[in-house]
């Protein structure tokens, strides 16, 4: 079981335009869980706006300010003036796994490699602003066996606490299949202890996952 810690992931999509000397900047943040789900989201970019100039995207695809996951791509632009600025943004921005894609429509008038790298860190700078964001939380799968005559109280205990309920069991005993987060698994232990007067069984279940 790995534990790390909480923090703030993109909650939906989030879009801001801005015309820089001519230019048109459609930065759109989103969602990121891992590499796959980042390309996945580029490529849905590039369907949405399929005449545009240039599809230059980052992702931070773990907890912010990790480089495990990272990608970035100037989709053309000269080296390091897109996808490196937007990156950067990203990696201290405080928020974990994120994508963003700023699709340009070339106005005319060149910025220059300051210029571009100034616009989209600033396009992704001003995305972040008023980005909607939830927690993430790492939940261990856990099995609870309990007689029938504590299911009442382990169910109250789940909608106490920040736990889900994924399946139930009844058979001989009943088996409470939850998601609980991990920071908190020795205290759900312990509830459930007390809660069935020391006869509920806790296991942690070994995902592959």
Not at 66 to 88: F, N, Q, Y
């Amino acid at each position: 079981m790995t534990v790390s810690g909480r923090y703030p992931i993109p909650s939906r999509r989030q879009r801001v335009e801005q015309v820089i000397q001519r230019s048109r900047f459609v930065t759109t943040l989103a969602h990121a869980p891992d590499s796959d789900a980042a390309h996945a989201f580029v490529q849905t970019l590039r369907d949405e706006f399929p005449d545009a100039t240039h599809h230059c995207w980052a992702f931070v695809a773990g907890s912010p300010g990790s480089t495990s996951h990272i990608g970035m791509s100037d989709d053309g632009e000269p080296h390091g003036t897109a996808g490196r600025p937007m990156l950067t943004a990203l990696l201290h921005s405080g928020v974990g796994e994120v994508v963003a894609v700023c699709t340009r429509y070339y106005g005319g008038t060149k910025l220059g490699t300051g210029g571009l790298s100034r616009a989209y860190a600033g396009s992704v700078v001003l995305a972040l602003k008023d980005l909607p964001t939830e927690e993430r939380v790492d939940r261990c799968a856990v099995t609870v066996t309990v007689g029938y005559s504590d299911v009442d109280g382990v169910q109250r205990l789940v909608s106490e606490h920040s736990w889900v309920l994924a399946d139930e069991d009844f058979g001989t005993n009943v088996r409470l299949h939850l998601l609980i987060p991990a920071d908190e698994l020795e205290e759900a232990r312990r509830h459930i202890v007390d809660r069935t007067r020391g006869s509920g069984v806790v296991e942690v279940e070994n995902r592959s996952d």
